[in-house]
């Protein structure tokens, strides 16, 4: 099973293995995030205060679309799309922080795994409303040493 790292920006270009210009396969994904030092209010979870780092999100899209879902999370985090309706809506869309890499793993779901896995809760409750980990959000000392460990973890789990 092959995992992909992927530059946000080629998704859906003709430099895109996954093809989600026209395709829409499921899987499970990872949004790495370089954060500086800032308070970001998330949803329910309210004012939320995050170090600066490498940040790694996990989720999953086995609905419609399927991880064309991951397009959306670039264009909210792009600026393009103001939607906030997950956790990651409100961090992937401050305007401080960038979307540096895209994870992901088509037909495979191995979010909570992965999540459980790659490292401890940056922020408890973020993303894992709907399971028992203590959140799909972890944090690392830079983007480099996040998106390494999240293919590592990926790896490890398919
Ligand atoms: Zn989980």
């Known amino acids: 099973m092959t995992v992909y790292s992927l530059e946000p920006h080629a998704l859906a270009t003709a430099a895109d293995p996954l093809e989600l210009d ?37 989720g999953s899209a086995f609905g419609t679309g399927g991880l064309r879902r991951v397009l959306r999370h670039r264009r909210v985090a792009s600026g393009d799309h103001d939607a906030r309706h997950w956790h ?14 895209v994870v992901c793993v088509p037909d495979q ?3 909570c795994a992965v999540s459980s896995t790659l490292g401890a809760s940056a922020l408890d409750g973020f993303g894992s409303s709907d399971c028992t980990c203590d959140a799909h959000l972890a944090a690392f000392e830079n983007t480099e ?3 390494s460990l999240a293919v590592a973890t990926f ?3 398919v």
């Open 22 to 58: 026209t395709r829409a396969p499921r899987g499970t994904y990872a949004l790495v995030f370089a954060v500086p030092e800032t308070t970001i209010e998330v949803g329910a979870l309210g004012d939320c205060e995050f170090d600066a780092g490498g940040y790694v999100y996990v």
């Open 145 to 147: 040493t996040a998106t």
């Open 155 to 157: 790896e490890s789990k």
């Open 109 to 111: 779901n191995v979010e």
């Open 88 to 101: 990651v809506d409100y961090l992937g869309g401050d305007s401080d922080v960038e979307l540096t890499r």
